[in-house]
């Protein structure tokens, strides 16, 4: 292990194997592997606390993996790019390591497990990991910059100036600005001259245009179970009616892969085909108008706003059999153009991220730039929501601890 500290004309320089800048999933656990393979590493952050947005991830029980996690689950540029990562480290392996530590979890639903106590329990539990390779940490440590002069990286701080051969960027995306997160992992490739592929806010939801806030707006509160479609992607589970657009996971799932202008497709009755329960139950004489039928099937508000501004006034059995029909149609595949996603703010991840194409998919290291690696969410590799975000994590930081082994 060579880890050096000099006091240089009253900088102070720190010498180590290893810098890892960003104390979040990746950047611990990574470090962690790292350090116990007998390498010196320090991890920089410019927060004061470690793993803030594992803290806040999961509703405060992390969801830290998905036993089903495949990389059919990740978006990128190149969606072969996550294939070896997540190969080499499965989920099996980081509940082996939650296991060890007798941290007891639980199956939520689709594969997707929670802590049962706290998130804290896996900030500690890396924690516990980095301190068993004896990695250094250094919290509230403002970076001023990055450079690369012949085989070292230098990193000038606010507590000194930082060397070494090998630098790991783990800073994550630009989601949650709140807790800390910056675009500085993406300024760090730029001036690799490594391209970046555009970054969006994703696993947000979705917000209304104009017109539509003043239709939708009250539906605030209303949830249906519905299949929601994004292009080729689509996510059977709940959506959400909020003041300002749509939430729930079907339409978190669907931000991922939305592109502006695009519509989303909504199948509002996914276990009932509604025309046929409307022609049914016009059969039966029923007399009550269509938007008290629909309120037999789907949430009343929802009726009442579906049926509102159309001509579809009167009893039911007035009403022709083509026209019920092309209610259930509507139903099934209801269109709605949102104006936007929800943003940084409320966003679980940022899609977009580092170019894979500038990365080994084995290693992490740059192939431009021996010595420099990228991983977790700064690189473009986007999970869908329930664990997958974390499994990234672990498995792009271990292939960095491998190829250093
Ligand atoms: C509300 C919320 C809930 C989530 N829930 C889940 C979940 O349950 N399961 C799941 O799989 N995923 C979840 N995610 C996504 C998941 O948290 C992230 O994908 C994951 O944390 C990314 O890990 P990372 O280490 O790459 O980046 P981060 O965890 O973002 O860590 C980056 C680190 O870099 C530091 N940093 C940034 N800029 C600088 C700078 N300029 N100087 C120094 N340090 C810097 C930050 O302070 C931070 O500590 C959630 C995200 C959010 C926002």
Known sequence: MFCRYFSLQKKILHIFDVIVIGAGGA???????VGQQGRSVVVLDH???????????????????????????????????????L??????????LVESYRIRYHEKKLGQLFCDDSARQIVDLL??????????????????????????????TSRGLFKAERLV??????????????????????????????????????TWSHDDLDRFGPLAGVSLDTVVSAGKASFRENVLFTHTGLSGP?????????????????????????GDYLLSRRREGVRQELKNVLAEVLPRRFADAFVEGKSLAGPLNGLAEKTLLNVGQSLKSWQVQ???TVGYRKAEVTRGGVDTSHLSSQTMECKTVPGLYFIGEVVDVTGQLGGYNFQWAWASAVSVAAALA
Not at 27 to 33: D, E, L, P, S, V
Not at 133 to 148: A, P, R
Not at 169 to 181: F, I, K, N, W, Y
Not at 187 to 204: C, G, H, M, S, W
Request: glycine content about 10%; hydrophobic content about 40%; aromatic content about 10%.
């Open 27 to 33: 950047g611990m656990m990574c470090a962690a592997q």
């Open 47 to 85: 927060n004061a606390q470690v793993g803030r947005k594992i803290l806040i991830s999961g509703g405060g029980r992390c969801n830290f993996t998905n036993v089903e996690a495949r990389p059919e689950n990740f978006v990128s540029k190149n969606p072969h790019f996550c294939k070896s990562a």
């Open 169 to 206: 960027v783990a800073t994550g995306g630009l989601s949650v600005p709140q807790v800390g997160a910056t675009g500085f992992g993406y300024e760090i490739a730029r001036y690799f001259n490594l391209k970046i592929v555009q970054t969006e806010p994703a696993l947000d939801g979705f």
């Open 87 to 96: 190969a080499r480290y499965r989920p099996a392996d980081f509940i082996k």
């Open 338 to 340: 949102p104006q936007a």
């Open 250 to 274: 079907a339409s978190l799932q669907a931000s991922l892969y939305w592109q502006r202008g695009q519509k989303l497709t909504i199948d509002l009755s996914p276990e009932l085909d509604v």
């Open 127 to 156: 924690l516990d990991e980095m301190d068993k390779g004896g990695v250094k940490l250094s919290l509230n440590t403002k970076i001023d910059s990055v450079k690369k002069s012949e085989d070292f990286f230098e990193v000038e």
